[in-house]
């Protein structure tokens, strides 16, 4: 008497999921990466730094245009 195999029966895969198929969630994705969060703390430093040395600038130009007047 031949052994009778059961009939396996078929599951579907778990669908994966996706933050979204658009570039706008990739490029969300990418813009909360750690890499980034530094490099804009860095360039907001940066620009704190540019604008306090435009402020010396503009007193020393304004101190240096007072000079000459005399």
Request: charged share 40%.
């Amino acid at each position: 008497m031949p052994i009778k195999k059961k009939k396996s029966v078929k599951r579907k895969t778990a669908k994966r999921k996706t933050l979204g198929s658009s570039i706008g969630s990739y490029v969300k994705k990418l813009m909360k990466a750690p890499a980034v969060k530094r490099a804009a703390t860095s360039i907001k430093t940066l620009e704190k730094k540019l604008a306090a040395a435009k402020k010396l600038k503009a007193a020393a130009v304004k101190k240096a245009r007072k000079a000459l007047k005399k």
